[in-house]
């Protein structure tokens, strides 16, 4: 079983700030790709950010130079760093996660429950 918690998600102004967290856990033997995704209310899901196991990163052209992703390897844990938001960034983040559970499985997308972030004008 493998389940991904994430953290962080609220209300804030625009022009403010959040940091977003999802944690791995269970039969977790490699963790691959981590990302964010979002989905406003009548919207496709849409990626937000990626990171690499060695650390590159992927963005969004409507989010680079605003947020940033990071993570700790040995945590099994990613973050989302975000700064300047804006009303459009309104929308429910899910973190997602490519996880094998034994080196003779294939990789697995396992995704979170969501957190909601509401930016006001």
């Known amino acids: 079983q493998v389940q991904l918690v994430e953290s962080g998600g609220g209300l804030v102004q625009a022009g403010g700030s959040l940091r977003l967290s999802c944690a791995a856990s269970?039969?977790?033997?490699?963790?691959?790709?981590m990302g964010w995704y979002r989905q406003a209310p009548g919207k496709q899901r849409d990626l937000v950010a990626a990171?690499?196991?060695?650390?590159?990163?992927n963005y969004a052209d409507s989010v680079k130079g605003r947020f940033t992703i990071s993570r700790d390897v040995a945590k099994n844990t990613v973050y989302l760093q975000m700064n300047s938001l804006k009303p459009e960034d309104t929308a429910l983040y899910y973190c997602?996660?490519?996880?094998?559970?034994?080196?003779?499985?294939?990789?697995?997308?396992?995704w979170g429950q969501g957190t909601q972030v509401t930016v006001s004008s």
């Open positions: 269970g039969s977790t033997f490699s963790v691959n790709i």
């Open positions: 997602n996660a490519d996880i094998t559970s034994s080196p003779f499985r294939g990789w697995v997308r396992y």
């Open positions: 990171i690499t196991g060695g650390g590159s990163t």
